[in-house]
Nanobody
Framework: QVQLVDSGGEWVQPGGSLRVSCTNS????????MAWFRQVPGKDREFVAA???????YFRDSVKGRFTISRDNSRKTMYLQMNNLAPEDTAVYYC??????????????????WGQGTQVTVSS
């Protein structure tokens, strides 16, 4: 069973860093594909990063080199570390989980478990 809880979002200045977390209150992430998406009002939710069950990671181009994704199975938690944040990173960030074929890694409709979202605001 999977029940995801997102946390860690807050206000941060441009150039700053922030780590958001996703905890599975029902167990570990073993055997599951995990991802982060984000959404701003009036726009579609967009893919940010994924860590597949085989350990491979994927990022959208605009966050490559700035964001990293990791997980701690002992704490049943996945993290998105965000560095050098910019105002365009402002969004509600959602974690997602599922069993996803490789070609749909970036497709939000392929994931069937979702966190409630956590707000990240980047502004001066």
């Amino acid at each position: 069973q999977v029940q995801l809880v997102d946390s860690g979002g807050e206000w941060v200045q441009p150039g700053g860093s922030l780590r958001v977390s996703c905890t599975n209150s029902q167990g570990t992430f073993n055997g599951k594909d995990m991802a982060w998406f984000r959404q701003v009002p009036g726009k579609d939710r967009e893919f940010v990063a994924a860590r597949r069950r085989d350990g491979h990671v994927y990022f959208r181009d605009s966050v490559k080199g700035r964001f990293t994704i990791s997980r701690d199975n002992s704490r049943k938690t996945m993290y998105l570390q965000m560095n050098n944040l910019a105002p365009e990173d402002t969004a509600v960030y959602y974690c997602a989980a599922g069993l996803v074929i490789l070609s749909r890694t970036r497709d939000e409709s392929a994931y069937y478990y979702w966190g409630q979202g956590t707000q990240v605001t980047v502004s001066s």
